[in-house]
């Protein structure tokens, strides 16, 4: 059995707590995957510490050098995918199919943050003083501080450390204690492209103990999160207090619209893939669809279909199209929604409970759940879930759709299925999230593009896309003059 470590100045070092966490497969709690020590605070401290001290070579190594690194560890990724993929499996649950997915996105994320370093650039800008020149250039900020959910855990980790790393940046990492063996992974695979000691550190451990440690700590100079709104508005007024940066990407609650124009077959298939796949633990996942009302039963027939056919169990084994959700207490908090929602008149269309037939009684396996007529005031509607559990609110019109896809706190992802491209465009115009779908599902986001929410889902710059370099950099502004000449008139 492995026992995870922290790495700390460039080693990989054990931890000298006595607080052990076991990794468990989530299909299957026989299979005990390894231990993971959770760190003390003075690990922490020595971890920034270690950060603080690389940072000044780091900060000096030119930006297409760091980028070029970066790059490497892309391709190290690439040729260490499907031992990655396998390991994320089994240690997250998902489905083979889509960790292979998971690390095809890092790779993606990894290449296009590497091949900014050649463009890390600034701008030139007139000033009103005849021979002056004026231009501005990015700096990094120093040591930052990276939290991430257990959900992606190599594509989030990713997304967060080739920027900051790109940018000059040296890093904390406190990943999800659940998946500590793909953070491993991930780390090694920069450590390996050349990653000068120390510039790359980790954490394993509670967040509210070193998450807190490392956040508070006076070196570091910006913090990146990503997880549930709760602990994500803490880390934010925690980093507040500070005066420090903060990114936050928290919880969804993603809508689709199907119109009554709609290709339904290919709706179904969008909606059934954002809901259930990777067992509903997306932030991007599907969580409610809004149907007009011509077309909600022959929806509905056809969703319940396609959930009836889904094969769930180990996503190491073929066949399968849903795993498990990630321990016992996420499992038990689906149960608990899902007995909320038929408390509150919800009408359960399908699933509903724990699936325990044979093997999967050694895993934490919940049915595909569909509930139809959901009303926007029950909690099922409004609070995020985390798991495979799709809400069916049925509208009137075009407005009644906007108005209960928009009456949500949350606001990351959504998508509409129409053929009428009047609608479309109105529908991206009003919709309140930070990204949009038309005619697919709510699901991804490709490298290059900003990914990030709007309203209580994203606090800060967005992520991914060449937005990101904006957060982990900060801009100086230059004014050389080259007059010679004592300055007289505008003195401001
Ligand atoms: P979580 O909020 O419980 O934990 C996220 C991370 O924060 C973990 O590493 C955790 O140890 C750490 N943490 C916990 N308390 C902390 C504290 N007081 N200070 C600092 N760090 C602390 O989230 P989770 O259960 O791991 O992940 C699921 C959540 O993540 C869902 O709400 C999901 O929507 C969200 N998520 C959002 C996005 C996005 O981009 N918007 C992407 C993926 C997941």
Redesign the pocket.
């Known amino acids: 059995m492995t026992t995870y470590r922290n790495l700390i100045g460039g080693e990989w070092v054990v931890s000298t707590s006595a607080r052990r966490f076991t990794n468990i497969n989530p299909a299957n709690t026989d299979d005990i995957i390894g231990e993971v020590p959770l760190a003390t605070c003075a690990e922490a401290v020595a971890a920034v510490e270690a950060a603080a001290m690389a940072f000044q070579t780091w900060r000096k190594t030119p930006a297409p050098q760091r980028g070029a690194i970066v790059s490497r560890a892309a391709q190290i990724m690439s040729e260490r995918r499907e031992q990655i993929a396998r390991v994320l499996t089994r240690e997250e649950g998902k489905i083979l199919t889509e960790a292979r997915g998971e690390l095809q996105r890092s790779i993606n994320i990894a290449e296009f943050c590497g091949s900014q370093g050649r463009r890390l650039g600034g701008e030139t800008i007139p000033l009103e003083l005849a021979d002056n020149f004026g231009y501005t250039f990015r700096q990094p900020l120093g040591v930052v501080a990276l939290?991430?959910?257990?959900?992606?855990p190599v594509a989030?980790p990713v997304w967060k450390i080739a920027p900051a790393l790109v940018s000059g940046n040296t890093v904390v990492f406190?990943?999800?204690?659940?998946t500590p063996e793909s953070a491993e992974l991930i780390a090694q695979c920069f450590i390996d492209a050349g990653l000068p000691p120390g510039v790359l550190n980790i954490v394993f451990?509670?967040?509210?103990e070193v998450?807190?440690a490392?956040?508070d700590h006076p070196a570091v100079r910006a913090v990146s999160?990503?997880?549930?709104?709760?602990?994500?508005l803490?880390?934010y007024r925690?980093a507040a207090a500070r005066g420090i940066r903060a990114q936050c990407?928290?919880?969804?609650k993603n809508p689709v619209i199907v119109m009554e124009d709609a290709d339904l077959d290919l709706a179904v298939a969008g909606v059934a893939n954002g809901a259930f796949g990777s067992t509903g633990?997306?932030?991007?996942a599907t969580s409610r669809v809004i149907l007009m009302h011509p077309v909600a039963d022959a929806f509905l027939e056809k969703i319940v279909d396609s959930a009836s056919k889904m094969r769930l169990g180990n996503g190491l084994e073929d066949g399968i199209d849903m795993g498990p959700s990630?321990d016992e207490s996420?499992m038990s908090k689906v149960l608990e929604y899902i007995d909320v929602a038929k408390g509150e008149g919800a009408e359960l269309l399908f699933g509903g409970q724990r699936a325990s037939e044979g093997a999967l009684s050694k895993g934490f396996f919940v049915q595909p759940t569909i509930f139809d007529r959901v009303r926007p005031e029950m909690r099922i509607h409004c609070e995020?879930v985390?798991g495979p559990v799709l809400s069916v609110i049925r509208v009137e019109s075009f407005e009644e759709a906007m108005a209960v896809a928009n009456s949500s706190e949350f606001g990351?992802t959504s998508s509409i299925y129409t053929r009428d491209m009047t609608r479309v465009f109105r529908y991206i115009d009003e919709i309140e999230t930070g990204i949009t779908h038309v005619n697919s599902p709510t699901l991804g986001g490709e490298a290059q593009m900003p990914?990030?929410?709007m309203k209580n889902?994203?606090i800060g710059p967005r992520?991914q896309g060449s937005e990101v370099f904006n957060f982990y950099t900060e801009t100086k502004a230059v004014y050389i003059d080259y007059t010679g000449a004592k300055r007289e008139g505008k003195l401001y």
């Open positions: 939290v991430t959910p257990w959900n992606f989030i406190k990943p999800a204690t659940l451990g509670s967040g509210a998450g807190t490392i956040i999160f990503t997880g549930s709104t709760e602990i994500g803490g880390v925690q990407e928290m919880g969804g633990q997306r932030c991007t990630i996420q995020e985390f990351l990914f990030g929410g889902t994203g992520e």
